[in-house]
T-cell receptor
Framework: DTAVSQTPKYLVTQMGNDKSIKCEQN?????MYWYKQDSKKFLKIMFS???????INETVPNRFSPKSPDKAHLNLHINSLELGDSAVYFC???????????FGPGTRLTVT | SQKIEQNSEALNIQEGKTATLTCNYT??????LQWYRQDPGRGPVFLLL?????KEKRKERLKVTFDTTLKQSLFHITASQPADSATYLC???????????FGRGTSLIVHP
């Protein structure tokens, strides 16, 4: 029983394309997140979202947008992909507490 | 802004020894610190949470300390095993937000 799942696991695409990554959690958590992990393994928060508010890391380009059809899903849309967008993207979820986040397996995005 | 610093060099130890990983933070004391384990090609897995008013937390072979004077958290794995080899991430949050800021992680290699 996968707690946090992401699709696809690998995504190879060309510059300028628009792509989406899907995320689903079956833990009943209130908050979901998107992180970017670059080649140096630095994990940076991109978005935090619950049914009350969306918190955006101000350094994230507006080509990136989260879409939440319901509490269990938070998809990531990326427009006009650039080479620098190549990274591993992780979805995560948590309760509205500090008791840890549950991460998905990651999506490795390669932009050529 | 708050920064989380972890030793970027890998820690190599022999099986059976205690591994000690360090997490230093700048500026203000975070409300809590989290420790995660990340294996290659996988998402981080939450291990332990320690709050600002706690000196020490234990879970099986794991122990975490929080020293607000030194602005440091130490993560110990006793009786280490080759299966403990992974990257360990420290994360902090404060100011009423549960969104953590991650360090870059330290790679631990336990030799049989």
């Amino acid at each position: 029983d996968t707690a946090v799942s992401q699709t696809p696991k690998y995504l190879v695409t060309q510059m300028g394309n628009d792509k989406s990554i899907k995320c689903e959690q079956n833990l009943g958590h209130d908050t979901m997140y998107w992180y970017k992990q670059d080649s140096k393994k630095f994990l940076k928060i991109m978005f935090s979202y619950n049914n009350k508010e969306l918190i955006i890391n101000e350094t994230v380009p507006n080509r990136f947008s989260p879409k939440s059809p319901d509490k269990a899903h938070l998809n990531l849309h990326i427009n006009s992909l650039e080479l620098g967008d190549s990274a591993v993207y992780f979805c995560a979820s948590s309760q509205d507490s500090p008791d840890g986040q549950y991460f998905g397996p990651g999506t490795r995005l390669t932009v050529t | 802004s708050q920064k989380i610093e972890q030793n970027s060099e890998a820690l190599n130890i022999q099986e059976g020894k205690t591994a000690t990983l360090t997490c230093n933070y700048t500026n203000y004391s975070p409300a809590y610190l989290q420790w995660y384990r990340q294996d290659p090609g996988r998402g981080p897995v939450f291990l332990l949470l320690i709050r600002e008013n706690e000196k020490e937390k234990r879970k099986e072979r794991l122990k975490v300390t929080f020293d607000t004077t030194l602005k440091q958290s130490l993560f110990h794995i006793t009786a280490s095993q080759p299966a403990d080899s992974a990257t360990y991430l420290c994360a902090q949050a404060s100011g009423g937000s549960y969104i953590p800021t991650f360090g870059r992680g330290t790679s631990l290699i336990v030799h049989p």
